[in-house]
């Protein structure tokens, strides 16, 4: 069965520093991986979506980058954090056999 | 623009009672339909889906959903609520097979009185 990682589970970062999340998927090959962020008492923001090693799709405009390094590997990473940058922070991967995403289960990330 | 709107942002039912969670969406065609269950500091679940035929869909935790074209819903019922189902529910839509960006709804979140 397909089983999905993130880590770091929590963080709190100072203003200005740098940002690496990783998220792993395991029991499945060549997904389609996803980013998405959940700011408090709101929805899900779709950050970035990657179909593919090397191939990156950004939705929203930030200073917030991505990158999938290897097949099941997506990593989410910031230069600077801004304070907007707080959040929850979401994984998912899908294929074309599910056609159905399936969530990780998420980072808390603080920027003080 | 293709949309969902969960018109319920809070919901508070008795333990025991019915439920029903409400979506809605925009689309010209038939999407795909999903919702998923997310509780407090945790990622979604997959709760059920609904991709063609039978328009009554089950899902796990005793949940149902049924697709109804005519109103473009995708309503959410639970016959008997238990305290362990309070947690944020998210309508999804994909509009056809192979697209990537899923349209959440807002959520709604469920309250159970014990």
């Known amino acids: 069965s397909q089983t999905i990682h993130q880590w770091p589970a929590t963080l709190v970062q100072p203003v200005g520093s740098p940002l690496s999340l990783e998220c792993t998927v395991e029991?499945?090959?060549?997904?389609?991986l996803y980013w998405y962020r959940q700011a408090a008492g709101r929805g899900l923001q779709l950050l970035f979506y990657?179909?593919?090693?090397?191939?990156i799709s950004s939705e929203v405009p930030q200073n917030l980058s991505a990158s999938r390094p290897q097949d099941r590997q997506f990593i989410l990473s910031s230069k600077k954090l801004l304070l907007s940058d707080s959040g929850f922070y979401l994984c998912?991967?899908?294929?074309?056999?599910?056609?159905?995403?399936?969530f990780g289960p998420g980072t808390r990330l603080t920027v003080l | 623009a293709q949309s969902v709107t969960q018109p319920d942002i809070h919901i508070t039912v008795s333990e025991g009672a019915s439920l029903e969670l409400r979506c809605n969406y925009s689309?010209?065609?038939?999407?795909?339909l999903f919702w998923y269950v997310q509780s407090p500091g945790q990622g979604l679940q997959l709760l059920l889906k609904?991709?063609?035929?039978?328009?009554l869909v089950q899902g796990i935790k005793g949940f149902e959903a049924e697709f109804k074209r005519s109103q473009s819903s995708f309503n959410l019922r639970k016959p008997s609520v238990h305290w362990s189902d309070a947690a944020e529910y998210f309508c999804?839509?994909?509009?056809?097979?192979?697209?990537?960006?899923?349209?959440f709804g807002t959520g709604t979140r469920l309250k159970v009185l014990a």
């Open positions: 998912a991967w899908s294929n074309i056999q599910t056609d159905t995403q399936y």
């Open positions: 029991g499945t090959s060549n997904p389609n």
């Open positions: 990657s179909v593919g090693i090397g191939q």
């Open positions: 689309y010209g065609a038939t999407p795909y």
């Open positions: 609904y991709f063609s035929g039978d328009t």
């Open positions: 999804a839509v994909v509009p056809t097979s192979g697209t990537y960006k899923y349209i």
